[in-house]
């Protein structure tokens, strides 16, 4: 494990064994991240959060809806917030400098989930001592309530990212079809396998112009890290390249809110039920067939 990874292997075990341990929840912790900045990361973090806060799961229709958590991890440039609309009175600094706890922080929100905002101008974990950052893992106690914690990472390959990647269950790397964002991709998803015992990496790929675009792009990765990272890399799904999505950071309101029935928004309910084991309708039928064959393609 190299030294440059903030909270240390113990630390990341213990945040994944408190979130699991209580019993009136079994949180699975969801690290999204990318490798660069600018691929619609924490905008995909936002909707997915909410979509799965929002599926009725067939299986067992008068289970309640899932509880979900999403935390802006990014110490530099909260954005979480932001595409929501809201001004947070407190945030993750105040948690960090143990000022606040986390549930005097946790704003609910009108579209089912439950949001922690990012600690702006607070760059670098390795500026907490040992005590602060296990004191942070014991805060993270009081988000024991959800079913999913979805950690909005910072882009980018630094110490601060593969600490939080670490100390997840799952993470997903969100890539476009650009020539540089797949690179970038394919640099942080090695990070993660160097640093991880047992990396669990998932792929989305947003902003395709079409479903074989993202097919490609996919295969692409997963064939590269498969030659020489020696890693399994499971393609979740592709997100359209769509202008509601300008429109609704405009608006501050999240697209699978503003746009339900969109591509866009069936696109992430899609990602949102694989996540969840759940099958996808039949009427869902054109995306269905595009998933068998790329899921197939890639075994």
């Not at 799965?52 to 979900?68: H, S, T, W, Y």
């Not at 890539?175 to 394919?186: G, K």
């Not at 997100?239 to 969109?262: G, L, T």
Request: proline share 4%; net charge neutral; with cysteine.
């Amino acid at each position: 494990m190299s030294s440059s990874v903030i909270l240390g292997p113990d630390q990341a075990e213990g945040l994944r064994k408190m979130m699991g341990d209580y019993p009136q929840s079994q949180t699975k912790i969801i690290a999204v991240t990318s490798g660069k900045g600018g691929v619609g990361k924490s905008n995909f973090a936002v909707n997915l959060g909410i979509t799965l806060a929002n599926i009725k799961d067939p299986r067992n229709p008068d289970a309640p809806k899932k509880k979900v958590v999403v935390m802006d991890a990014d110490l530099g440039l909260a954005n979480v917030n932001v595409l929501m609309g809201i001004i947070p009175k407190y945030n993750l600094l105040h948690v960090l400098r143990g000022q606040k706890k986390i549930s005097e922080i946790i704003i609910k929100t009108d579209l089912g989930i439950d949001i922690i905002g990012g600690a702006s101008g607070f760059s670098q974990l390795a500026n907490l001592s040992d005590d602060e950052k296990n004191n942070f893992i014991n805060e993270l106690k009081d988000i024991s309530y959800a079913d999913y914690m979805i950690v909005d990472t910072s882009a980018g390959i630094s110490s601060n990212v593969i600490s939080f990647v670490l100390a997840a269950h799952e993470t997903i790397v969100v890539t476009t079809p650009e020539p540089t964002s797949i690179t970038d991709a394919y640099g942080i998803i090695k990070s993660i396998v160097v640093e991880s015992e047992i990396p669990n990496i998932k792929l989305v790929i947003n902003r395709v112009r079409s479903a074989s675009e993202g097919s490609k792009v996919a295969k692409k990765i997963i064939d590269i890290a498969s030659q020489f990272l020696s890693v399994k890399i499971e393609n979740i799904g592709y997100i359209y390249d769509d202008p509601i999505v300008s429109e609704s950071v405009r608006r501050q309101i999240p697209f699978v809110a503003m746009a339900p029935k969109s591509n866009i928004a069936l696109c992430v309910n899609h990602i949102a039920r694989r996540i969840m084991n759940i099958e996808v309708p039949e009427e869902h039928s054109g995306f269905r067939k595009f998933f068998s064959t790329m899921f197939s393609a890639k075994e």
